[in-house]
Every structure is written in C-alpha cells, then in structure tokens.
T-cell receptor
Framework: EDKVVQSPLSLVVHEGDTVTLNCSYEVTNFRSLLWYKQEKKAPTFLFML????IEKKSGRLSSILDKKELFSILNITATQTGDSAVYLCAVLLGGATNKLIFGTGTLLAVQP | ETGVTQTPRHLVMGMTNKKSLKCEQH?????MYWYKQSAKKPLELMFV???????ENNSVPSRFSPECPNSSHLFLHLHTLQPEDSALYLC???????????FGPGTRLTVT
C-alpha cells in the first residue's frame, strides 16, 4: 500500500528559530514529491521535487529530496508567526494512476 | 487566491437532501480533482478528470456523483449522504496530470 509519513505530527517553536519537517514515503511508482502549506482552508503549493539532491528554495523555505532513502525535508529559517500552518507532504504517483498521496501533515505553531 | 473557486463555502444538509458542490478554475488547466479532508486524516483523493474525462474513481460511494462539463468546471452532486460524510471537500486543478495541483478554498459540509 502506498503511504506517506510525516514527522513530527506537531511542533511549537519561537520566532527566529529554524525548523526541519520530515517526509518519508513508500510507493509503488514515484513521479514527484510535493509540499503544501495549509493555513485555514486551501493548501497552497510550495515545492515540487523530482530529482534527488537538488535543493529548491523560496525565500526562507527550502526543500530537498533523497530518492535513495525515500524521504524529503522542508526547512524554514528565521520562522515568523505567519509560518504557523499545517505543512502537507504528498507524493505524485506515475504510470496510469497519477494519484497524489498525502501525509497527515505537520502542525507548526510559531510563537512570538 | 489560487485561481480555483468553490461554492458554497459552507453547506449543511440532511441525509435525504440533494445538493451540489461547484468548482471553477481560471488557470487554463486540463485536469481537475475532488478531495475529501476529514479531521485527523490525510487528504483523500476522490475523483480525477483529465480533459473532461474521468480517469480515477477512488472507490467512492455512489452517493457522490461527479460531473465535468468542460475543463474549467467540476461539480460534485450529493444525495442521501451519511453523517460520516461531513468533511471539507476540496477541489484542485493542474496543467496536466503530472504537474502540481492548485487547490480551492473548499466547502465545509455538515450532514445532519
């Protein structure tokens, strides 16, 4: 069964801290891995990773994929209260399915 | 604003009612999706449409009936729902099946 596991389930930090969120996966036909941020309703797209070892960066957020060890990390530096959200990891399957399999998410709370 | 809109944003319905959820994307995408998000569970794919054709039905009960009249619009027709169907229903679209998905704000459905 295809699965995506995120850790930790929740995390509380103070503004200015650096956090690392983890995502591991076991799937039959991997195409790419995606990160989303969900604050209230709509998950908003952050990154799509297809190749191992190539860091993607957007401001204070960065992410990297390891296809050998089957995991990805999302780093947030100099956290702000606006970073508080649920961060979702998902794996896009290839082949005929093209399904997006989501993890349960990591709830990040950034305190002032 | 992701370019994907959903209406209504909130819906309360009885188990004998018939209602429809609407999704519209203004991104020129060719693929559209319905997801269900229940409390403390991962986002769960329900249906996938690619160029108006259904390519995935993730074992969804027949009381949920999707309709995709064109690549910009997606509906989810609901009838004789159960209280356990109460959840956030999210619509998403993507340029094609192998690209990142952009989500709408969701419809919060409560079945009484």
């Amino acid at each position: 069964e295809d699965k995506v596991v995120q850790s930790p389930l929740s995390l509380v930090v103070h503004e200015g801290d650096t956090v690392t969120l983890n995502c591991s996966y076991e799937v039959t036909n991997f195409r790419s891995l995606l990160w989303y941020k969900q604050e209230k309703k709509a998950p908003t797209f952050l990154f799509m990773l297809t190749s191992s070892g190539i860091e993607k960066k957007s401001g204070r957020l960065s992410s990297i994929l390891d296809k050998k060890e089957l995991f990805s990390i999302l780093n947030i530096t100099a956290t702000q209260t606006g970073d508080s959200a649920v961060y979702l990891c998902a794996v896009l399957l290839g082949g005929a399915t093209n399904k997006l399999i989501f993890g349960t998410g990591t709830l990040l709370a950034v305190q002032p | 604003e992701t370019g994907v809109t959903q209406t209504p944003r909130h819906l309360v319905m009885g188990m004998t009612n018939k209602k429809s959820l609407k999704c519209e994307q203004h991104l020129g995408h060719n693929a559209m999706y319905w997801y269900k998000q229940s409390a403390k569970k991962p986002l769960e794919l329900m249906f996938v449409y690619n160029f108006k054709e259904q390519t995935e039905n993730n074992s969804v009960p027949s009381r949920f009936s999707p309709e995709c009249p064109n690549s910009s619009h997606l509906f989810l027709h609901l009838h004789t729902l159960q209280p356990e169907d109460s959840a956030l229903y999210l619509c998403a679209s993507s340029q094609s099946l192998s690209y990142e998905q952009y989500f709408g704000p969701g419809t919060r459905l409560t079945v009484t």
